[in-house]
């Protein structure tokens, strides 16, 4: 998302993190392919909706790469957009406060259009209602930052992937046949939701376009707001954390040698239990219990791991990566990521959706990796034209035109 009130930018630290939030846009289609192609569940398992030849391959590849690392990663760069905003309002005059509750407000509505015209899948809301409330924090120093971030991020999850453990050896006993009679009346049921859920998801995915926003409606109005609700815990925390890499230096000051100890540590030592993970769900044939617990909570500190590794090995990357054509592509694709997410679901839906070619769940899920470039290859096609005439992405623009004072957003 946008980091200043100019829209021309230049300054090696505002490229930084662009370069690193176009990585991220297009490792987040990566996984969120899956929820255009088919039901929201499909999102957590290749079983769902129903097993395939070569689906688990991609899964597994897309698991060990992108899942919840690249929405970590776009998460601590929206944090950190935030404080730039902040110092960019307060170098124009502007009560950064109520310029960053504009925007955020402005974002809140952005996303709930985006989950209702579009996909189920928007993140837009929920970081707009978890940016509001990391308002409350922007002022406190890095190291304050994240004493709460951290703890309340590993507390929190750990303590939910703890409460998951027991449904997770429970559902091994009843595989096993082990399980008394209410345990697999239980299985069964969860199994049975599993199910009508997935009837749901597809009657909207191959409705037509108006019939698709009336069953969305119909059916789950509040939905970006629960999922807020059942995210915040990840979110609000990821989005502190960015504020403090970047008031810490992380993505202009750090030596090369602390970037590189960061990089091959978090890739690492979130890398290995990654891999350990895989290799018992793939063997276990995709327990969906399991499945559950490990996307939604099991491998969330992995995920962070992770992602400052990646945000550590792509900083480092930087001065010889802007120096090339990708590199450039890339800078782009970041600086319009809120039109390239956008952008994204109006093409998979277009593809994908009943109002559009239909593809939808019927195409092998092995060819989903074909669509995946597609989107790459769009979003890095056209940024650099556009910013090169225009100064901002379309969305961008529009967006600091709605958030800002008028002759602000001059």
């Not at 399980?179 to 069964?188: E, L, R, T």
Request: hydrophobic share 55%.
């Amino acid at each position: 998302m946008a980091d200043d009130l100019a829209p021309n930018r230049s300054t090696s630290r505002i490229e930084a993190l662009d370069f690193l939030r176009g990585v991220a846009v297009l490792g987040i289609l990566a996984i969120n392919i899956t929820g255009f192609w088919g039901p929201s569940l499909a999102v957590f398992s290749p079983a769902i909706p129903y097993p395939e030849p070569g689906a688990a391959g991609w899964y597994a590849f897309a698991f060990v790469l992108f899942e919840g690392k690249m929405r970590a990663l776009f998460t601590l760069l929206f944090g950190a957009s935030m404080v730039l905003f902040a110092q960019a309002a307060e170098r124009q005059g502007i009560n950064p406060d109520i310029a960053q509750m504009r925007r955020l407000l402005w974002l809140m509505l952005f996303g709930y259009l985006h989950f209702a015209l579009l996909w189920w899948g928007d993140i837009l809301f929920s970081y707009a209602l978890c940016g509001l409330g990391a308002l409350l924090f922007l002022r406190l120093s890095p190291w304050q930052l994240l004493g709460i971030a951290l703890p309340f991020y590993a507390l929190s999850q750990g303590i939910e992937a703890l409460m998951d453990l027991p449904g997770v050896l429970t559902e091994q006993a009843i595989l096993a046949g082990t399980a008394p009679a209410s345990d697999v009346a239980q299985q069964a049921a969860m199994m049975g939701r599993i199910t009508a859920s997935v009837s749901k998801d597809m009657a909207v995915l191959n409705a037509g376009f108006i019939g698709a926003i009336r069953l969305k409606l119909g059916q789950s109005a509040l939905q970006p707001l629960t999922t807020t609700l059942s995210t915040f815990t990840e979110t609000l925390p990821l989005m502190l954390t960015g504020m403090a890499l970047l008031r810490l230096g992380l993505f202009s000051d750090w030596p090369r040698r602390r970037l590189a100890l960061v990089a091959t540590a978090g890739v690492g030592f979130g890398g290995v239990p990654t891999l350990f993970a895989l290799d018992w769900l793939w063997t276990h044939d995709w327990p969906p219990r399991a499945m559950f617990a490990a996307i939604e909570h099991g491998m969330a500190l992995p995920h962070l791991l992770m992602a400052a590794g990646y945000a550590a090995g792509m900083v480092l990357l930087f001065p010889k990566a802007q120096a090339t054509a990708l590199g450039q592509r890339l800078i782009a694709a970041g600086r319009c990521a809120f039109s390239n997410y956008i952008g994204t679901t109006v093409l998979m839906t277009a593809i994908f959706s009943g109002w559009g070619l239909g593809l939808g769940a019927g195409l092998p899920r092995q060819w989903l990796p074909v669509f995946v470039l597609l989107g790459w290859v769009t979003m890095l096609a056209w940024p650099r034209w556009w910013l090169a005439r225009f100064g901002q992405g379309p969305l961008e623009a529009l967006w600091r035109r709605l958030a800002l004072p008028r002759r602000a957003a001059r």
